[in-house]
């Protein structure tokens, strides 16, 4: 099994330019999730998927778009980069239980993608 | 909305020596908490978590951590320190299936 894999490992943006984060999970995972790393502020939530067909907002969702593509992939968009978005990215995915997700589950974590834009 | 708080951003220990690693939460409900690891350029792999059956968890790696509800903590610890345990650590709380991080603490180990 792959786990969490997520492309491009680096990407380097302009500043006004779009891109789209990949994001795939093997563990018939129910749940997925987006996350940026930001030196000193931990992992902050952008956007989540409880199930295939749903998505919700995070702590920090402004400028940045998702779609759960089926049930393996999980995409994160930016329309119009901004320096600010500069940061490591993350996608995560956890629980593959029928009778839905619980907050003990485990989140498994992707090698993340660092994202610079200039 | 529940949260944590790590004390101390890096620790920096010798090698065979205790680590020991501050977690405090903010909760008004019996809390889910979880320690995770990164090393270098990787992505995050869970250590332990607590889910309320025993208040003292056992981890991966010879870790483990103690839920004291008095304390609003879940203090991570290992007895002895190795070269391979340099890397950082993040405590963080889940709420309707959604995880809260703490900042971080970067643990470096002297040989």
């Known amino acids: 099994n792959a786990g969490v894999t997520q492309t491009p490992k680096f990407q380097v943006l302009k500043t006004g330019q779009s891109m789209t984060l990949q994001c795939a999970q093997d563990m018939n995972h129910n749940s997925m999730y987006w996350y940026r790393q930001d030196p000193g502020m931990g992992l902050r939530l952008i956007y989540y998927s409880a199930s295939e067909g749903t998505t919700d907002k995070g702590e920090v969702p402004n400028g940045y778009n998702v779609s759960r593509l089926n049930k393996r992939e999980f995409s994160l968009r930016l329309e119009s980069a901004a320096p600010s978005q500069t940061s490591v990215y993350f996608c995560?995915?956890?629980?593959?239980?029928?009778?839905?997700?619980?907050?003990?589950?485990?989140?498994?974590f992707g090698p993340g993608t660092r994202l610079t834009v200039l | 909305a529940q949260s944590v708080t790590q004390l101390g951003s890096h620790v920096s220990v010798s090698e065979g020596a205790l680590v020991l690693l501050r977690c405090n939460y903010s909760s008004s409900v019996p809390p889910y908490l979880f320690w995770y690891v990164q090393y270098p350029n990787q992505g995050l792999q869970l250590l332990l978590k607590y889910t309320s059956a025993a208040t003292l968890v056992k981890g991966i790696n010879g870790f483990e951590a103690e839920f004291k509800k008095s304390e609003t903590s879940f203090h991570l610890t290992k007895p002895s320190a190795h070269m391979s345990d340099a890397a950082e650590y993040f405590c963080a709380v889940s709420e309707r299936n959604k995880l809260s991080f703490g900042a971080g603490t970067t643990v470096t180990v002297r040989a």
């Open positions: 995560a995915s956890s629980g593959s239980r029928t009778s839905g997700a619980s907050s003990t589950d485990t989140q498994y």
